[in-house]
Structure formats: structure tokens, C-alpha cells
């Protein structure tokens, strides 16, 4: 990336959020965005509560005006995973793509990852991207869509095509 983009890292996990264990998933998350020439201005965990979820992904986007939201975590199927809910809640508009990128990818490394409810869109001028909560299923769906950041920035923000 040759430009520097605002990002903000959300962990959504209640074991993470009360200090049950390290967050390594969203210390990967933000080692890799900052290796892609982002600036981090938010980084926090929380745990699985769709009123939290809703009120950092608001807050996020609407006050610090970051260019690019990741969530991990709470894209599964237990009965407290609530992230894409919460964030089809938010968005103006859906990206199915890069979650179907994601899942795409990931099949070819684990059918596991087909099992993923992840969402990305777009609030106001931000782009939200829900990625999974493991550190190796974070990383490489990360992977798959970083290349295709900058130019939803460019698009969101009425730069063109």
C-alpha cells in the first residue's frame, strides 16, 4: 500500500475481554495491517455483546472516521457469536465478495472455514471487514482481501474506479 490508511482492530470474545487469555488473534491482526503501511488509532477487546459490538463498529466509524474496521471473533455458531448480525445492523451497503473471498481461500486450507458467517461493508466512509476469530483463519483471510483495501477506500471515498 503506498498510502497510510486509519484502521481499527475490534476483538470480540468474551474469554479475551475478561482476561481468560491472550488476545494473539488481534495482536496478529494489527502486526499485519501496521506491516501494510496502516495506522492503528483504535485497538480494543470486548466481549460478545451485541450492544458493545454495535456501539465500537458506530463509534469507529463515526467518530474516528477510520478508513477500515476488522473485527475478530463472534462469526461462528455459538449462541454468543453476534458480529455479523451486529454488523449487517450498521452497514449502508453489503460487500458479499470479500467475505466469499475469504471463505473461498480458506476452504482450499480447511473446509472449516465455510462454517464462517463473517460480513464486510461499508458505513458512512468505512469500510467494516469481519474476520475470523483464530489467529491462522484471521491471518490468511486477511491476506486474501488487503490487496483490494486501497482501492474500496478509493471507491468509498468518490476517487474513481
Same mark, same amino acid.
Given at each position: 500500500?503506498?498510502?497510510?490508511?486509519?484502521?481499527?482492530?475490534?476483538?470480540?470474545?468474551?474469554?479475551?475481554?475478561?482476561?481468560?487469555?491472550?488476545?494473539i488473534?488481534?495482536?496478529?491482526?494489527?502486526?499485519?495491517?501496521?506491516?501494510y503501511?496502516?495506522?492503528?488509532?483504535?485497538?480494543?477487546?470486548?466481549?460478545?455483546d451485541?450492544?458493545?459490538?454495535?456501539?465500537?463498529?458506530?463509534?469507529?466509524?463515526?467518530?474516528?472516521?477510520?478508513?477500515?474496521?476488522?473485527? $475478530?471473533?463472534?462469526?461462528?455458531?455459538?449462541?454468543?457469536?453476534?458480529t455479523? %448480525? =451486529?454488523?449487517?445492523?450498521i #452497514?449502508?451497503?453489503? *460487500?458479499?465478495?470479500?467475505?466469499?473471498?475469504?471463505?473461498?481461500?480458506?476452504?482450499?486450507?480447511?473446509?472449516?472455514?465455510?462454517?464462517?458467517?463473517?460480513?464486510?461493508?461499508?458505513?458512512?466512509?468505512?469500510l467494516?471487514? $469481519?474476520?475470523p476469530?483464530?489467529?491462522?483463519?484471521?491471518?490468511?483471510?486477511? %491476506? =486474501?482481501?488487503?490487496?483490494l #483495501?486501497?482501492?474500496? *477506500?478509493?471507491?468509498?471515498?468518490?476517487?474513481?474506479?
Amino acid at each position: 500500500m503506498q498510502n497510510q490508511y486509519a484502521a481499527a482492530i475490534l476483538t470480540i470474545s468474551d474469554t479475551r475481554s475478561c482476561g481468560g487469555c491472550d488476545d494473539i488473534t488481534g495482536q496478529k491482526v494489527k502486526e499485519l495491517i501496521v506491516a501494510y503501511s496502516f495506522e492503528v488509532k483504535a485497538y480494543e477487546v470486548i466481549p460478545d455483546d451485541p450492544l458493545r459490538i454495535r456501539d465500537r463498529l458506530i463509534y469507529f466509524c463515526d467518530d474516528l472516521k477510520c478508513d477500515v474496521v476488522l473485527t $475478530n471473533g463472534g462469526t461462528g455458531f455459538s449462541p454468543r457469536d453476534f458480529t455479523p %448480525e =451486529v454488523t449487517k445492523e450498521i #452497514i449502508e451497503k453489503e *460487500i458479499p465478495g470479500l467475505a466469499e473471498a475469504m471463505r473461498a481461500l480458506g476452504g482450499q486450507k480447511t473446509k472449516r472455514a465455510y462454517l464462517s458467517r463473517a460480513v464486510c461493508g461499508i458505513r458512512g466512509r468505512s469500510l467494516i471487514i $469481519n474476520l475470523p476469530g483464530s489467529p491462522r483463519g484471521a491471518e490468511e483471510s486477511l %491476506e =486474501v482481501v488487503v490487496d483490494l #483495501i486501497d482501492h474500496a *477506500i478509493k471507491m468509498i471515498r468518490g476517487e474513481g474506479h
